[in-house]
């Protein structure tokens, strides 16, 4: 089975750092995505990890650890235009079809002034 | 280049009624996906494809179905529409390869309401 669990809202002030973890148990691994999705409009990818450690773009960052199932993404420099909801997703194994993904419920983030 | 664009945005149905979404892409992707996004359980597989004139089931199936007649469109259709399919609906593509640049790109969703 795929379970997918991230925490469901968080709230930080302009300026400041936040890290949103993500944690998995999947039947197979071939990469960790995360997607920003702003209110009513369509996800749209930001980063991707496959290999443990960290990847940074710009002021995200996230992090993967395929022994312990997890990853986080960090925001920093935190601007009003990233209150937005952040989803974590897996995809499927390099020998199954399609490269589906199974997203988790996401993070809605809410930066304050 | 328009990336994927999905119609109608907004629909409204009565229980029973059939309606027929569409999704097409510019992108040369052979791989299309439709996903329902309800409010604290993200994103979920409907149904996708893997090229022209092929389909298979996703997590959630049931009471939709799905044609992929040409490489650049996926249709989701409703037979019978029920309130439990009152959601927002998303269409996505991407490459055959699974590379780290082969993210799936998401249409605009649809809203769909069934009263």
């Known amino acids: 089975g795929q379970n997918i669990d991230q925490p469901t809202e968080m709230t930080a002030t302009e300026g400041a750092i936040v890290q949103i973890n993500c944690t998995y148990q999947?039947?197979?691994?071939?990469?960790l995505f995360w997607y920003q999705q702003h209110a009513g409009e369509a996800p749209t990818f930001l980063s991707y990890n496959v290999l443990d450690g960290l990847e940074e773009k710009g002021r995200f960052s996230s992090f993967l650890s395929r022994s312990k199932g997890y990853s986080y993404l960090l925001l920093k420099e935190l601007q009003m235009k990233d209150s937005a909801s952040y989803l974590c997703?897996?995809?499927?194994?390099?020998?199954?079809?399609?490269?589906?993904?199974?997203f988790g419920g996401g993070t809605r983030v809410l930066v304050k002034p | 280049n328009a990336g994927v664009t999905q119609t109608p945005k907004f629909r409204v149905l009565k229980t029973g009624q059939s309606m027929t979404l569409l999704c097409a892409q510019d992108?040369?992707?052979?791989?299309m996906y439709w996903y329902r996004q309800d409010p604290g359980m993200g994103l979920r597989l409907i149904h996708y494809?893997?090229?022209?004139?092929?389909?298979a089931k996703g997590e959630v199936p049931d009471g939709y179905n799905v044609s992929r007649l040409k490489k650049q469109n996926f249709l989701l259709g409703l037979e019978s529409a029920a309130p439990s399919q009152t959601s927002v609906y998303f269409c996505?593509?991407?490459?055959?390869?699974?590379?780290?640049?082969?993210?799936?790109?998401f249409g605009p969703g649809t809203r769909l309401t069934v009263l």
């Open positions: 996505a593509s991407s490459r055959r390869t699974s590379g780290d640049t082969d993210t799936q790109y």
């Open positions: 997703a897996v995809r499927d194994t390099i020998k199954a079809a399609g490269n589906k993904l199974t």
């Open positions: 999947t039947s197979g691994f071939n990469g």
């Open positions: 494809s893997v090229g022209e004139g092929t389909t």
């Open positions: 992108m040369n992707h052979e791989y």
